[in-house]
Every structure is written in structure tokens, then in C-alpha cells.
């Protein structure tokens, strides 16, 4: 079992390089991705992975599939759409929530056409799924790089954070970090997203940013285990889907999604922290 | 802010507050003291939550300032403002009062006996590690008031602190608000029982979007003056007039579509009655508002 596990990476480089990209993705992306689920801005992630695309697509058709100027691209797109959605939010009556969808759709839609004005189907599905096995030396420097200024910007504001999540109200009283924290922390969401999306394509980047921390809320019950988990759950998911993918010929960004959605499904059954497998087995109540 | 600044905690002069330009506080004027323990009484919407926020300064002033004295500011919002689903222990919540001395990096640990006597004070002495989500809304409240003793605040400002709240739980924060008066801090604090006010407070300010009255405690509860603030908070417009009271700028409202919260028959008879808090300084109180007619 593990020498099969094992095996596509000790024998192909392109194998390793793709498990090392995953690999630091795991590291940066879960701890954001706990976040946005405790702020109940799940959803609001998955709108700004597509909002990325129109980016990409510039960077596309000005440099072809250059990895910096796509890059570039989608970093300035999808920090665009989340500052504009954030704007909107204060100044109208739309809730945040229903002005990122708008933003949202017409970014996917004209990043797709975008992308088919100047390149074929298979750039198209290039950009929308990644290529994790076709990971440069470029590529992992970006990844590392992202992983870097996250951990270091998570720990820089992680005490204004939680107090951002839990008691905005207190925050604004005693300081004036509220607004820079929340932009800081769009800003992280909005680089992992980009990172995700050079291994695991636009449509997906959000997987190992939220599948695992979600799997991680049947395991612990605070920060201090939550954020483990959730990177936990994201190398486990890296590997076997990168292993499964060898083994089984399958894509392999959606098979490391699919294997994160895998551990998910998993803890909802077995999970000790409201798994479906502990309520069914009644314990008897305390007596205090 | 002049000489009465001086010994004053907080001074409003011509304070307008509201949402949408409809005023939720307007025209207040008067000066709380350093050390006082002062109640805000009023029907809902009379505009208290307002007060409170717009004076730690999350709602801006319309018209008018606050005069803030020196000292750090502690506020207790209204509990359902703070999501308690979130997974904080109650010692992290607590820990949250000491930001003005330990910031966003420096550590807390050399801070850990006054975190642990502030919790035991409250009576959650045990409970340090439990998350928020699973103490009940009296445990809750009392890891707040923690949470305000840590913050170690010369005005501390109490947002209907015992709604929900059982007797005992009460009590005992009561004791507690007390024992900062004793401290010779500055409390305020918007109540809804006025038995409580009449045994606990000196001094009311009742509002009904204005100062209807403001004094001694027995001096302001008086039925007459109830009644008032009861007619007053009912008459809401959406269509009302721009408030011509000049407020001592010289600069009156000229919008058409400013808004004013009173209704016609309410205010006529109710020009400021100034008791000896509040400054007599704009006696200029010509109305001239159209006919307001009452919303559904």
C-alpha cells in the first residue's frame, strides 16, 4: 500500500515537482480556508476563484500561456472584484454576498471569452482545471513565495482576525485595524486562489482551500486544532490524489479535489465532533 | 468645550445621531461628570443603542460633537452583535480587553493572573477554556463584563447589560457596575427596568430621541415625564420635513428631503425643557415643519 503510494514519486520528477507544489499549497491555503468558513464566506471564496479568470485570460492573450503574466493577471483581477464588491456592499443596499455573485458571473463569463477569442478548447481547459504535472520551477518559486507571505501575514494579524470575526463592534472600539485587517485577509484569500489556480485551474483552486478546512470542523473544536487539521487533511489529499491519479490515469487536480472531498465525507460519517457515526452511538448524559 | 469640560467625562452640545438622516438622538446637549453612574432609560428606539455607539464613535454625528475627556473607553455591545458560534474559549474572549496594552503581537502571558482574577470575579472561575458557543446567555454575559474588567477602562459604557439575564446574574453584575462606581469610573448604561434605575442609578437621562429629561434619578422618573417619552418615540415620519431648528452653527439643514422624527402634534408642546443638566445655550426653537402625518 505505501510502496504504491510512494512509488510514482520516487520514479518521476514531473511527479515530485507536482507533489511539492500541492504540498506547500497545503500549507497556505487550509488556515485561509478556516477562516473563511468561520466567517460564514464560503461561498464568497468560491465567487472570487472565478473572478480570477478574466485576469488570466488578459495574461493569456497578451503573453500566451506565460505563468507570470497570467499570474499577474488574475492577482490584479481578483483583488480588484473582491474591492469593488466591498464598495458596492457600503455604499448600495446589495449585501456583499449578492454583489460578489454579480461580479462573479460576468467575470467567468468574459473570462471564458476571453480566453476563446485567441486560444483553443484545450488552453481553455488548461486554465479552467490547471495542469498540476506540468508545474515549473517558476511555478513552485510562485507557490513557495505565496505560502511564505501568507504564514507570514496570518501570524502578523491573527489575534485582530479573530477578534474581526468574532466581535467587529469591540474591534472598531479599541482600535482602528478592523478595515486593514479584513482587506489584508482578501488579499491572502485572493493570492492562495491564485496559487491553487496554477495547479488545480480557476474552477477548482478553492479545493484545498475549503474541503479541508471543513473536514477539519469534525475533528477539533478551536483554532489552535482546527488550523492542523485542515492542513492535514490537505497534504493527505494532495498525496493520495496525486498517487490515485498515477495509478488510475485520471486528471489529477480533479482527483486531488475529489480526494479531499473523499476525507470530507468521511469525517461527516466518522468525524468525533458532530460525525453522523457519534449520533447515532448515544452516550449516556453527564450528570452535570 | 469650555470650563465644563474640564471635570466632565463625556459632553454632547447639539448632538444629532441617525441613520439615513433621520435622526435616532437629536438636538441633545449636557455633560456627564467624571465618576458619575448614569442610566439612559427610554422606549425602544428612543435612540439609546445609537447614544452609546455614537460615542465610542461607530456611528458618526449628523450634527453637533461629543466631547470625549481623557481615559480609554470600554463598551459592552448588546450580545446578539457578537457571533458566538465562532470557536473562542472563554479566556481568548476575555483576553480580547487587554488589546490597548498587548496590541496585535505583544504576548499575554505576563497577563494571565489578571485575566484569571477578572474571570474569577465574575464568577466563571473553571470555565476558562469552554468555548463561548456552549455558556448560556447569562455565562455569556459575565465573561463580557470579564472581559470589561480586564479592559480597565475610566468610561465604560453598558448596552442593556441584562436583557435575557436571570435575577441572579443580575445581581451580581450589578454588584459589579457598583463596585466601578466605588472605583470612581464613569458608567453608562441603557436600562429597560426602571426599578432597577430607581435603586441602583443617581442620575437618568431619559430619552426619547431627545433629552426629555435628565437629573436625579427621582427627578426624571416621574410619571409625567414617562409618558412624554412614550408619545415621542411613537411618532416616526418617513416623509417629515427638514428640521429647521437652528443648532447654534448657524447652518440649518437646507435639504427638502431632510427628514424630521417627530410628529407635529408631539413636538408643539414639547420644546426642550431644560433641566439644570443640560445647557440652556440655543433658544432659538421655532419649528417649521409641515404638516407630519404619523407612519403606518
Known amino acids: 500500500m505505501s510502496e504504491s503510494l510512494l512509488a510514482p514519486f520516487l520514479e518521476f520528477g514531473f511527479m515530485r515537482r507536482a507533489l511539492v507544489g500541492c504540498l506547500v499549497l497545503s500549507v497556505s491555503a487550509p488556515p485561509v480556508g478556516v477562516f473563511l468558513m468561520l466567517r460564514r464566506m464560503s461561498l464568497m471564496s468560491e465567487a472570487m476563484s472565478h473572478a480570477i479568470l478574466p485576469g488570466v485570460a488578459t495574461g493569456f492573450i497578451v503573453a500566451g500561456l506565460s505563468l507570470p503574466a497570467m499570474t499577474f493577471g ?35 463569463a468574459g473570462g471564458v471569452l476571453l480566453i476563446s477569442l485567441r486560444g483553443s478548447q484545450l488552453d481553455l481547459l488548461h486554465i479552467l482545471f490547471g495542469n498540476v504535472l506540468a508545474l515549473d ?80 470542523r469534525f475533528w477539533a473544536s478551536d483554532l489552535t486544532g482546527l488550523i492542523p487539521a485542515s492542513i492535514l487533511a490537505a497534504v493527505v489529499a494532495s498525496l493520495s490524489g496525486l498517487a490515485l491519479a498515477y495509478h488510475l490515469d485520471l486528471p489529477a487536480g480533479p482527483a486531488i479535489v475529489l480526494a479531499a472531498g473523499g476525507l470530507y465525507v468521511l469525517s461527516l460519517l466518522i468525524g468525533p465532533r458532530g460525525g453522523l457515526a457519534h449520533r447515532l452511538i448515544r452516550r449516556r448524559h453527564l450528570e452535570a | 468645550m469650555g470650563d465644563a469640560a474640564v471635570s466632565a467625562a463625556l459632553a454632547f452640545r447639539h448632538l444629532t445621531l441617525g441613520y439615513d438622516r433621520h435622526p435616532a438622538v437629536h438636538h441633545l446637549d ?76 505583544r504576548s499575554q ?66 454588584r459589579l457596575i457598583l463596585r466601578w462606581h466605588g472605583e470612581g469610573r464613569t458608567v453608562l448604561a441603557a436600562l429597560h427596568d426602571m426599578a432597577q434605575v430607581r435603586a ?61 422624527a417627530q410628529g407635529a402634534e408631539a413636538q408643539g408642546a414639547e420644546a426642550h425643557r431644560h433641566d439644570d443638566r443640560i445647557h440652556a445655550g440655543h433658544g432659538h426653537h421655532h419649528h417649521d415643519h409641515a404638516p407630519a402625518r404619523k407612519a403606518g
Open chain 1, 74 to 108: 488574475g492577482l490584479a483581477a481578483g483583488l480588484v472584484v473582491a474591492l469593488l464588491a466591498a464598495a458596492v456592499t457600503r455604499t448600495t443596499m446589495v449585501r456583499e454576498d449578492a454583489s460578489l455573485a454579480a461580479f462573479y458571473l460576468i467575470a467567468l
Open chain 1, 137 to 216: 520551477d517558476g511555478a513552485l518559486v510562485l507557490l513557495g513565495g505565496i505560502a511564505t507571505v501568507t504564514l507570514v501575514v496570518m501570524a502578523a494579524i491573527f489575534r485582530p482576525l479573530v477578534m474581526e470575526c468574532v466581535d467587529p463592534l469591540f474591534l472598531r472600539t479599541v482600535s482602528r485595524a478592523g478595515g486593514p485587517v479584513h482587506f489584508a485577509f482578501l488579499g491572502l484569500v485572493v493570492m492562495n486562489l491564485v496559487g491553487g489556480f496554477q495547479a488545480l485551474g480557476t474552477l477548482l483552486a478553492v479545493g484545498l482551500m475549503l474541503l479541508p478546512a471543513v473536514t477539519a
Open chain 2, 30 to 105: 449636557g455633560t456627564v461628570d467624571r465618576g458619575e453612574l448614569l442610566a439612559i432609560v427610554g422606549p425602544n428606539g428612543a435612540g439609546k443603542s445609537t447614544l452609546l455607539k455614537a460615542i465610542v464613535g461607530d456611528v458618526p454625528c449628523l450634527e453637533g460633537a461629543i466631547g470625549r475627556g481623557d481615559g480609554a473607553l470600554a463598551y459592552l455591545p448588546q450580545a446578539d452583535e457578537i457571533d458566538r458560534t465562532f470557536p473562542l474559549s472563554v479566556l481568548d474572549l476575555v483576553a480580547m480587553g487587554l488589546w490597548s496594552r498587548t496590541g496585535p503581537w
Open chain 2, 109 to 174: 502571558g505576563s497577563r494571565r493572573a489578571a485575566l484569571a482574577a477578572a474571570i474569577e470575579t465574575v464568577g466563571l472561575g473553571g470555565f476558562e477554556g469552554r468555548l463561548i458557543g456552549t455558556l448560556s446567555g447569562g455565562q455569556f454575559q459575565r465573561a463580557l463584563f470579564a472581559r470589561l474588567i480586564v479592559q480597565d477602562a475610566a468610561v465604560i459604557l453598558l448596552d442593556e447589560p441584562f436583557r435575557g439575564i436571570d435575577a441572579r446574574t443580575t445581581d451580581d453584575l450589578i
Open chain 2, 200 to 260: 441602583h442609578f443617581p442620575r437618568t437621562l431619559l430619552l426619547a430621541r431627545e433629552a426629555v429629561a435628565w437629573g436625579a434619578t427621582a427627578a426624571v422618573l416621574t410619571p409625567a415625564n414617562l409618558s412624554r417619552a412614550g408619545r415621542l418615540s411613537e411618532a416616526w415620519d418617513e416623509t417629515a420635513a427638514v428640521c429647521g431648528r437652528d443648532d447654534g452653527h448657524g447652518h440649518a439643514h437646507d435639504d427638502a428631503q431632510d427628514t424630521e
